[in-house]
């Protein structure tokens, strides 16, 4: 009897602990859709104006991708607000949480204005060590050109298995998938799915895996639609 009590008390505590992440990642979503809201105007200013050190960003992640990955670390307060300013200018100085935080703050929903600002934030952050910029980076090429299938994957495939990062196994996963869905293929993504599930099962990178695993044909043609951060 106790030991079905103690079950019982296991499984509420981790249906407790999932609903808890569940409204981390929810709340993160609505704090960064307040902060873009917030920074629209100066993100604008900059569209038309951007940082001169912000050097555009090669034309594959893989050209300037780091040997070794640092722990990822950031917080969207940093840049929130007045503070953008003062975080762009920890960008500068090499800070590479300050970039990464600037790049999804400033993140909009038009490519072509991505190109000015987060996508060169992303790359800065990336060629710091930042696993998850470098998937971010990847994120904004074109998918659907033949020709860049293979920056993809690589980028994706090493920042999942060099950088530890979920959304990087995901697209890796994703990217594969694209090519072929065979068994052996199965078996790559399945070895994947601890790694993009490594922050709980709630985390959106987690449940893009298990969408796909569920989905045993897989895309037919082209990547999962949709960034990483």
Same mark, same amino acid.
């Given at each position: 009897m106790h030991k079905i009590l103690i079950a019982l008390s296991l499984v509420t505590a981790s249906l407790a602990s999932?609903?808890?992440?569940?409204?981390?990642?929810?709340?993160?979503?609505?704090?960064?859709?307040?902060?873009?809201?917030?920074?629209?105007?100066?993100?604008?200013?900059? $569209? @038309?104006?951007?940082?001169?050190? &912000?050097? #555009?960003?090669?034309?594959?992640?893989?050209?300037?991708?780091?040997?070794?990955?640092?722990?990822?670390?950031?917080?969207?307060d940093e840049c929130a607000g007045d503070k953008l300013e003062e975080c762009l200018d920890r960008c500068k100085n090499s800070v590479v949480s300050a970039c990464y935080s600037a790049a999804l703050v400033l993140q909009s929903e038009s490519p072509e204005? $991505? @190109?000015?600002?987060?996508?060169? &934030?992303? #790359?800065r952050a990336c060629q710091l060590g930042d696993a998850s910029a470098c998937t971010n980076w990847a994120s904004t090429l074109d998918n659907s050109d033949p020709s860049?299938?293979?920056?993809?994957?690589?980028?994706?495939?090493?920042?999942?298995?060099?950088?530890?990062?979920?959304?990087?196994?995901?697209?890796?996963?994703?990217?594969?998938?694209?090519?072929?869905?065979?068994?052996?293929?199965?078996?790559?993504?399945?070895?994947?799915?601890g790694t993009a599930c490594r922050f709980g099962e709630e985390d959106p990178a987690c449940q893009a895996m298990r969408e796909l695993l569920n989905r045993p044909d897989g895309p037919s043609q082209e990547f999962r639609d949709g960034g990483a951060n």
């Open positions: 999932c609903k808890d992440k569940k409204d981390e990642f929810a709340a993160q979503e609505v704090k960064l859709e307040v902060y873009k809201r917030d920074v629209a105007p100066k993100r604008r200013e900059l $569209d @038309k104006s951007p940082p001169s050190w &912000l050097a #555009a960003p090669p034309a594959c992640p893989l050209q300037v991708l780091p040997e070794q990955f640092v722990e990822p670390g950031f917080s969207l204005d $991505d @190109k000015r600002l987060s996508t060169p &934030l992303f #790359a860049q299938y293979t920056c993809l994957r690589d980028t994706f495939k090493a920042t999942c298995q060099r950088g530890q990062d979920p959304w990087g196994c995901t697209m890796y996963s994703y990217a594969l998938a694209s090519q072929s869905m065979d068994e052996t293929t199965l078996g790559t993504i399945r070895s994947l799915a």
